[in-house]
Nanobody, 122 residues
């Protein structure tokens, strides 16, 4: 079992920056792939970005390319999401997720954090 604890959410003005953190505990060897999803009011949860354990093979949704950067520190069992040039449409609950290598092969995730609110004002 893996537990994910998110932090760093809050209120920020449009054009500003924010960095989210997600610390994994438990069976951290099962965090082969880690990613971020978000869900805005009245909308479905959507994929934001993901990263493999070796730091390569990053992937980004078109809506955040060039603005968001995902990274991870395996020694600290933590993944980060640096969000620059934030827009009001980025407002959502952001969820951290993790998958072992077998689940990742299917493009799915095993574990989810509780979510952290990001609000971007105009």
């Amino acid at each position: 079992q893996v537990q994910l604890a998110e932090s760093g959410g809050g209120l920020v003005q449009a054009g500003g920056s924010l960095r989210l953190s997600c610390a994994a505990s438990g069976r951290t060897s099962s965090t082969y792939a880690m990613g971020w999803f978000r869900q805005a009011p009245g909308k479905e949860r959507e994929f934001v970005t993901s990263i493999r354990r070796d730091g390569g093979s990053t992937s980004y949704a078109d809506s955040v390319k060039g603005r968001f950067t995902i990274s991870r520190d395996n020694a600290k069992s933590t993944v980060y999401l640096l969000m620059n040039s934030l827009k009001p449409e980025d407002t959502a609950i952001y969820y951290c997720a993790a998958a072992d290598i077998f689940t990742a092969r299917r493009g799915e995730y095993d574990y989810w954090g509780q979510g952290t609110q990001v609000t971007v004002s105009s």
